[in-house]
């Protein structure tokens, strides 16, 4: 099927992005969605965009939580969205420890491809949001467009080490919701331009 026919999403992180970062996750308890995360999330659906979270869960894999956990959060999850309207339409997430070296880990594409073949998604142009480095490397390496979040672990990656990186984010937004309306105007922008014209994905005036 050519890329022309798929449809291009929106790739989630989910802790320090959707929900607040506390380490790990080891209990339901400890699952506090972002008041503004809820909105954000309903935007995109109403735009038509596959919502996709990609996490990596590796305290599953170093035992500190079962791998049933990792369900019961993303059931939750999805449960506290539909109360006001909102929807994830696909869960990845990889509990493998960094030293296991499987392909399913961010920043390697293994869950994207995942989710690509299962939902008939084009990875390039694409959008993935979240607060590591390791989604701004995601991003790269699917050839999608990349915005780095300052919630969770965000400002202090951001402020400490973004320098560093050999890969930076195409944009940078204070949370969930300002990283959507980057999306949603980049996008409207593109498809109003004619093809000639269409703008370039920078991160100028991102903020």
């Not at 798929?6 to 802790?15: I, S, T």
């Not at 296991?100 to 594409?109: A, D, F, I, Q, S």
């Amino acid at each position: 099927m050519a890329d022309r026919a798929l449809r291009r999403a929106v790739f989630l992180d989910r802790d320090g992005t959707i929900c607040e970062e506390v380490g790990y996750l080891n209990h339901i308890s400890r699952l506090h969605i972002y008041p503004f995360a809820v909105q954000a999330i309903r935007r995109l659906n109403d735009a038509g965009f596959p919502v996709i979270v990609v996490t990596n869960q590796s305290g599953a894999g170093r035992g500190y939580f079962p791998e049933s956990l990792i369900a019961q959060v993303h059931e939750r999850m999805q449960h506290d969205l539909a109360v006001s309207g909102a929807r994830i339409d696909a869960f990845y997430a990889c509990p493998h420890r960094t030293e296991e070296g499987c392909e399913c880990r961010k920043p390697r594409t293994g869950m994207l491809e995942r989710a690509a073949r299962e939902h008939s998604l084009a990875l390039a142009g694409s959008w993935v949001v979240g607060d590591r480095k390791a989604d701004v490397d995601l991003a790269r390496n699917a050839r999608a467009h990349s915005i780095f979040v300052l919630t969770g672990y965000g400002r202090g990656e951001y402020e400490w080490h973004v320098r560093e990186w050999e890969n930076q984010p195409d944009f940078v937004a204070d949370h969930l919701g300002a990283a959507v309306t980057i999306i949603l105007q980049r996008e409207a922008a593109n498809a109003a331009a004619p093809a000639a014209e269409r703008p370039t994905m920078t991160p100028e005036g991102a903020r």
